[in-house]
C-alpha cells in the first residue's frame, strides 16, 4: 500500500531532521579548504623555468579556481546559517573573502533568500537569480528589453562572471543603485581592484593571472553555471505567481545535478540543490544524507556538467505555459 503524500509542513518538518550540524566537521570543512587553497595558490605562484613549471602553475590555478568554488559553498552556507553558526572567526574570514569576490555577506544573503522564497516563480523571480519570462512576455517585450535579457543569459555573460555577474551584478550595479544601502559592494570592487594592482607591482602581471585572475575567473565562471542550470534545464517546473508552492518550488524548480565524488567535493555538494532548497539550513555534508532518507528527495529531475546537457540547458531561454516546459527563442526574434 502506498503512503499518502506528506504535506508540505510534512515534508518540511522531515528535513529539519538534518539541520543539526557537527561542529568538528564543519571546522575541518572549513579550515582543510582554507589550507588546500593556500596549497593550489603556491603552485600558481611558482617561477617557470621550463614547461612542468608553467603546468605546474595552470594547475595550481585551475585547483584553485575549483577550491574556491568550494569555498563559496562554505560562504554560502554559512549566511543561510546551516554552517559554523554564531563564529565570529568564520564571520571574519568569509567577509574578507566576500570582499575578494566582491559579493559582500549584506547583498548576498538579501538577493540569495528572495531567491529561496522565490523560484521559478513567473514574475517575481529575477531578483537573486537569471531573469526568466514566458513566451507570451517575450511577444510583448520591446526590442531593447529583448536584448537585454539575450545578454543576461548569454553563455558569454556565464563565460565571463568574474567582469559580468560579480564585478558588475553584485559590485558596480547594488553600489549605483544605493551607495548608502550597498556601500560594501563598491568597497568590494576597489579592494579587487587594490590587490590587482598590488600583486603586480609587487610580484608581477604572470602572478596575478595565474595566483588571482584565473582562480576567480574559473571559479566565478563555473559557480554562474552552476546556479543557471540549477534552474533552467529540460524538466523544469515554472509556477504562476498566484499559486505558486514552496515544496513544489524545491522538488520540481530545483534540480539534482549529478557529478562525480571529485566534482561533489569542489562544488560542495550544490549538486543536490533540491535538498538545500527544501531546506537551506541543512548543511553541504548533510544533503547526501537527506536526499537518502526522504522519499520525495529520491525522484528529482536531473541534469548533469556532461556537454551535452550543458548545451541543452543554455537552449532554454523561455517559459511556455502552453506546452509547460522551457524553450529556446522564437525564430523570428
Not at 546551516?82 to 559579493?103: C, E, Q
Request: proline share 6%; glycine share 6%.
Amino acid at each position: 500500500m502506498t503512503a499518502p503524500a506528506r504535506s508540505e509542513k510534512e515534508l518540511i518538518d522531515a528535513s529539519r531532521a538534518f539541520v543539526p550540524e557537527n561542529k568538528a566537521r564543519s571546522w575541518w570543512a572549513f579550515l582543510s579548504t582554507l589550507a588546500l587553497v593556500g596549497v593550489a595558490i603556491s603552485f600558481a605562484t611558482m617561477t617557470p623555468h621550463d614547461a612542468l613549471g608553467w603546468a605546474l602553475r595552470t594547475l595550481g590555478s585551475v585547483v584553485g579556481g575549483l577550491l574556491v568554488v568550494r569555498t563559496f559553498i562554505l560562504y554560502h552556507d554559512y549566511l543561510h546559517a546551516a554552517l559554523l553558526r554564531n563564529s565570529s572567526v568564520a564571520r571574519a574570514i568569509f567577509w574578507v573573502y566576500g570582499m575578494l569576490i566582491m559579493t559582500p555577506p549584506k547583498v548576498w544573503k538579501e538577493t540569495h533568500n528572495y531567491h529561496h522564497a522565490n523560484t521559478a516563480k513567473i514574475v517575481g523571480s529575477h531578483v537573486g537569480s537569471y531573469m526568466m519570462v514566458t513566451t507570451a512576455m517575450w511577444a510583448k517585450m520591446k526590442p531593447n528589453e529583448r536584448f537585454m535579457y539575450k545578454v543576461v543569459r548569454h553563455p558569454l555573460t556565464v563565460l565571463f562572471a568574474y567582469f559580468t555577474l560579480f564585478m558588475f551584478g553584485m559590485g558596480v550595479s547594488p553600489f549605483l543603485r544605493a551607495p548608502k544601502k550597498h556601500w560594501a559592494c563598491g568597497v568590494g570592487v576597489v579592494f579587487n581592484w587594490a590587490l590587482t594592482a598590488l600583486i603586480i607591482w609587487k610580484f608581477g602581471f604572470s602572478t596575478w593571472v595565474f595566483a588571482m585572475f584565473l582562480p576567480l575567473a574559473i571559479s566565478m565562471a563555473a559557480g554562474g553555471y552552476l546556479f543557471y542550470a540549477q534552474h533552467n534545464f529540460p524538466d523544469i517546473h515554472v509556477q504562476p505567481r498566484e499559486t505558486w508552492n514552496y515544496t513544489r518550488a524545491a522538488l520540481e524548480s530545483s534540480s539534482y545535478m549529478e557529478m562525480g565524488a571529485l566534482m561533489r567535493f569542489f562544488c560542495g555538494n550544490i549538486g543536490y540543490h533540491h535538498v538545500h532548497h527544501l531546506n537551506s539550513m541543512i548543511p553541504f555534508y548533510r544533503l547526501p544524507e537527506a536526499m537518502a532518507a526522504i522519499p520525495e528527495l529520491q525522484h528529482p529531475p536531473k541534469t548533469s556538467l556532461m556537454p551535452g546537457e550543458i548545451a541543452a540547458c543554455f537552449r532554454l531561454k523561455l517559459w511556455d505555459s502552453e506546452q509547460q516546459k522551457m524553450v529556446g527563442y522564437p525564430s523570428q526574434s
